[in-house]
């Protein structure tokens, strides 16, 4: 079936070090969404990507969509502790209404 | 503008028992999902309604669960009868219909079964 695979599930990083997480689909998508999740929180949208090989930025945060439109990272520069929490990627698909939702990648801060 | 709203936010209740969930989405958005989240198996969709319509259930665990979608307003998410192994984050979430549209999380409803 259709799968979007996250990783890495953890990473812990000193304040100040940059963060990526990769999202990788089985099949061609027609987006792919990411979502930020605090501790305790509910997810909440931070950006869409449509087109192949985009690249966006929100300050601190770069996100991709692989050319193929089948992969996608992002990256955080200089970490701070409010960057912690969970981040997902979540593709569509033109037919489907269904977001396929990775496994999420985690980012802790270490003291 | 008020996102989307759930209730209860909190709640405990004993094995055997039922629960509902509640679930108000954000007025003009067409779609309406129930999520439940849990650390073994992350973020499942279990429902999602277009138009008050259930469109697809297939992630309704099984019978003990049901939801229903009375008005472009409002929905339920059951569990009767409840277990442990239902322990978990509900997230009501709403969108406008189409592939790709953002959606809208609730805060969340924390259910523990004991």
């Known amino acids: 079936g259709q799968q979007v695979m996250q990783i890495p599930q953890y990473q812990h990083v000193q304040e100040g070090e940059d963060f990526t997480t990769y999202c990788n689909s089985s099949?061609?998508?027609?987006?792919i969404q990411w979502y930020k999740q605090r501790p305790g929180g509910h997810p909440v949208f931070l950006i869409q990507?449509?087109?192949s090989g985009e690249v966006k930025k929100q300050k601190r945060l770069t996100f991709q969509f692989g050319e193929a439109k089948k992969n996608s990272s992002l990256h955080i520069t200089a970490t701070q502790t409010t960057d912690v929490g969970t981040y997902f990627c979540?593709?569509?698909?033109?037919?489907?209404?269904?977001?396929?939702w990775g496994a999420g990648t985690k980012l802790i801060i270490k003291p | 503008d008020a996102g989307v709203i759930q209730s209860p936010r909190h709640e405990v209740t004993e094995m055997g028992q039922e629960v509902t969930l509640r679930c108000k989405p954000i007025?003009?958005?067409?779609?309406l999902f129930w999520y439940r989240q849990t650390m073994m198996r992350g973020l499942e969709l279990l429902i999602y309604?277009?138009?008050?319509?259930?469109?697809?259930d297939s992630g309704m665990p099984e019978d003990r669960f049901s939801a229903k979608m009375p008005n472009a307003s409002f929905s339920t998410l059951k569990i009767q009868p409840s277990e442990p192994r239902d322990s978990a984050v509900y997230f009501c979430?709403?969108?406008?219909?189409?592939?790709?549209?953002?959606?809208?999380f609730g805060e969340g409803s924390w259910l523990t079964v004991v």
């Open positions: 007025s003009g958005h067409n779609s």
């Open positions: 990507l449509v087109k």
């Open positions: 099949t061609t998508l027609s987006n």
């Open positions: 309604f277009n138009n008050n319509v259930p469109i697809d």
């Open positions: 979540a593709g569509g698909r033109d037919s489907n209404y269904q977001l396929i």
């Open positions: 979430a709403s969108s406008q219909q189409g592939s790709g549209a953002t959606i809208y």
